[in-house]
């Protein structure tokens, strides 16, 4: 069964860039559609995985570390109480080709 979320986060476009690089340009074992969308007072990334088992693989093994080594670097506590998880109930996804 799939995993599909909203989490919106504290933070700006920049801190993303960050993240993503620190993480690498590799897609993720599992994913199926990452959209990050700037919305006042953060971003909110929407995420389409395949099963809940590839989501929580690449958030404890390379999301988290990614996150605390960017803010560390900025001086900014990694608080994960400031993160809203909300699952989504999807009724359809559709990929193009790339």
Partial sequence: MSCTFTLDVPGD?????????????????????????????GLR??????????????????????VTRVLERHGIPHDTSLATFSPIEVVDVQVAAA
């Fill in 13 to 41: 476009a920049s801190l993303w860039e960050q993240i993503r690089a620190e993480m690498g340009e590799a897609t993720p074992p599992g994913l199926v559609v990452h959209i990050v969308q700037a919305r006042p007072g």
């Fill in 45 to 66: 990334y929407i995420d389409v995985w395949e099963d809940e088992a590839s989501w929580e693989a690449h958030r404890t093994g390379v999301l988290e570390p990614a």
